[in-house]
Structure formats: structure tokens, C-alpha cells
């Protein structure tokens, strides 16, 4: 392994066609590509084939956040000018005050007023600046917070990453065209309610989707119980961090967003019995094992934890709590595609990536994916 690999050679040549723009129509039929590390070696198959891969007594770690519907649009005071706004987390409870990103951010200053509801209900004021982008809102509004929240994601869409193309506008003047074309933006946008889920999403939190996880159906993972094999949870709250690109050559100095985590006592315990039995341990999403490799000790062991994770996976990193790893295809240069090829090994990654590519696997979100075993 080169001990002093560069951002440059985690580049690779990405099709735009390539990107998923829909997901699979059932979401264990998408198709997986199985790497074995120790020999390179890998195989085509299809998401629901990896129970092949696990007995009785392997263990299955997934992410249980939910989505959030992140994206509204609002209007300036005076100007009446639409302004995308990004809800990235609420940082005051009691004060309403909200962590976003505003888009044209060169429009919007301190103090302006930003308008969300035609009925005057929901107004926001700019308080601060955070970054080019970045702004802190303070919410006016009678409502009280529950149904404040009620009202403010119901103005929201999901917030599917950029690369994802809706074009939800409706130009049609014949009124039965139009009539078509707004059935069709309803079907679309309840599919991505639906699909930019997880089928484990109970904990709201999260503004990007654990993408791996969006791969497993009920049927699938009934099946895994009935073989024996164990499914636990944590809760990782993903932030737009997962769609910034490294832009450091030497890796090092890259620093990846802060992201909220939780692992409770009960994973914790079956984590400890499936490494007692040498059992196979399977991180799913690299969200997952981030929190994973963020609490172990040098014993291989994980604690109770409630608190945020700022780590960086890049080759060449030692792993010690999962054997075993399911993840999207990402994109080149991006923190997954390091932490991936940290675990797989860069060769073998940047290998099997060519031949994804070669094999016109779909990569992003609502991509395919990789399995990762020995």
C-alpha cells in the first residue's frame, strides 16, 4: 500500500448517463457487484442475493435516519424574489433559530425578511452569516414548535442532491395536458417521498439519505432473520457534507463535515457477541461505519455514545468492529470513495470502479451497489 496517496488518483472518468436518476423498480433488484479483497476478485449479482453471503450469527448494521424534507422556497421582502432555502438543522428549540443555506445567497443579508407561507404564517429573519452560502434564520410565527415544524416540512420537498433531475413546472395550456402533466409531477414526487427513504427510517434528522440502506425491502431482510442472521441499528443524522467533494491533494488536510450519531446499548452488545463467535459484521453505508470506527477502542470494542463525528476514512486505515461492507457506487474524489477504498483496498476499489464503469452500474443515491467481503 502507498502510504502517501494523492486526491488525483481517486479520479476516474464518470459518464453523466450513469448517474441513477430513478431508483431500481424494486429496491433488492438493483444490481450489486461483490468485491473479495483478499483476491480481487468480483462477481455480478443483484441486491437480494447477498444472503448468500451471511449465516447464522452474522450481524447486519444499518442506519434508522429519517429524511427530512429540507428543501423549501420562500420570497424576499420587498423584492418578491424566489430564494431556495436548504434547512440544514434547527439549533435553537425554544427560539426557532435554524442553520440553512440560501440560494442566490448574494441577495440575502442580515436582517431581511424571507416569507414561506402565502398566508403570512411562517417568516423568517436573517440573523447572522455563516458562510458564502450559509445563513442562520429566526422563525416568527404563532404556531407553537410541534406544529410549527408540522407546517414548515409540509412546505418542503425532498431534498433529492442536484444531480438528480426534477423539472416539477407545468407549462401545458390545454387544460387536459395540463391536467396529465400535473398527475405526472405528483407521481414523480411521490416516488421520491417514497424511494429517497429507507425502509428502517424512524428518526428524523437526516438532509441526505443513507443510500445504502435504500436497497433493502421487508421481504429481504425477513429472509435474513429467518437464516439467522442479526439486524441492529444506530442513527446517523447525514448532512450535505456527503455531496462536497474532497478538494485537498494531500488528504490530510481535508476536514468533512460534523454529523450527529448514535449507538445504543443494544448494538453495542451484538456487536460484542458476533466478534466473540468471529462472526461476519456488515457496516452498511459508509455513514455507518464512520460511527463504527468513531467509538472503538483498541480492543476492538464500541460504547454507548451519543455525539458527533468529524472522521475521516482514507487509505490506509485498519479497520476493527466490521469485516464486511455494503455501499453505493460513489463519486470520483468524493470522502465515500476514499473510505470504501480504505477498506477494499485502493487497487481493487479503483479496479472494480472501472469495471462498474465498463458495466454501466449506476452510481449516486439512487445508484447500485458494492458488497465488500474477504
Avoid at 429517497?196 to 427510517?201: E, G, R
Avoid at 494531500?250 to 466478534?275: M, Y
Wanted: aromatic share 12%; hydrophobic share 40%; charged share 30%.
Amino acid at each position: 500500500m502507498n502510504d502517501s496517496l494523492k486526491l488525483a488518483q481517486f479520479k476516474f472518468n464518470l459518464p453523466q448517463e450513469l448517474l441513477a436518476q430513478h431508483p431500481a423498480e424494486f429496491r433488492d433488484e438493483a444490481r450489486m457487484m461483490v468485491l473479495h479483497k483478499t483476491t480481487g476478485e468480483i462477481e455480478h449479482r443483484q441486491v437480494k442475493d447477498i444472503i448468500e453471503y451471511f449465516d447464522d450469527g452474522d450481524l447486519f448494521i444499518f442506519n434508522d435516519t429519517r429524511v427530512f424534507p429540507a428543501r423549501l422556497y420562500a420570497t424576499k421582502e420587498k423584492t418578491n424574489a424566489r430564494i431556495e432555502v436548504f434547512l440544514l438543522r434547527e439549533l435553537n428549540y425554544e427560539n426557532r433559530y435554524w442553520d440553512v443555506l440560501v440560494d442566490p445567497a448574494r441577495k440575502i443579508r442580515i436582517g431581511n425578511k424571507l416569507f414561506f407561507a402565502d398566508d403570512g404564517t411562517i417568516v423568517a429573519e436573517v440573523v447572522d452569516n455563516t458562510t458564502s452560502r450559509g445563513r442562520t434564520l429566526r422563525f416568527l410565527t404563532d404556531y407553537d414548535h410541534d406544529e410549527f415544524i408540522e407546517k414548515l416540512y409540509a412546505l418542503g420537498e425532498t431534498p433529492l442532491p442536484k444531480y438528480i433531475k426534477r423539472n416539477y413546472e407545468n407549462t401545458e395550456e390545454d387544460p387536459v395536458k395540463r391536467a396529465e402533466r400535473d398527475a405526472e409531477i405528483r407521481q414523480q414526487r411521490a416516488e421520491d417521498e417514497e424511494r429517497y427513504q429507507s425502509i428502517f427510517a424512524t428518526k428524523v434528522g437526516a438532509v441526505a439519505v443513507p443510500a445504502a440502506c435504500l436497497h433493502f425491502s421487508k421481504i429481504l431482510v425477513k429472509r435474513m432473520e429467518i437464516k439467522g442472521i442479526d439486524v441492529q441499528f444506530l442513527t446517523s443524522h447525514m448532512g450535505l457534507g456527503n455531496f462536497r467533494p474532497v478538494d485537498v491533494e494531500d488528504l490530510i488536510k481535508h476536514k468533512v463535515d460534523s454529523e450527529r450519531f448514535e449507538i445504543g446499548q443494544e448494538l453495542t452488545d451484538a456487536v460484542d457477541k458476533a466478534h466473540a463467535r468471529e462472526a461476519r459484521v456488515c457496516a452498511v453505508g459508509t455513514e455507518v461505519m464512520r460511527a463504527l470506527e468513531t467509538v472503538v477502542n483498541t480492543a476492538g470494542q464500541i460504547t454507548p455514545t451519543k455525539s458527533w463525528t468529524n472522521k475521516f476514512i482514507f487509505p490506509p486505515y485498519h479497520f476493527t468492529v466490521a469485516n464486511t461492507f455494503f455501499v453505493n457506487f460513489y463519486m470520483p474524489q468524493s470522502s465515500q470513495l476514499l473510505e470504501v477504498a480504505a477498506f477494499g483496498g485502493f487497487d481493487n476499489v479503483m479496479h472494480a470502479y472501472n469495471v462498474a464503469v465498463r458495466e454501466k452500474y449506476h452510481f449516486g443515491d439512487y445508484g447500485d451497489a458494492m458488497l465488500i467481503v474477504d
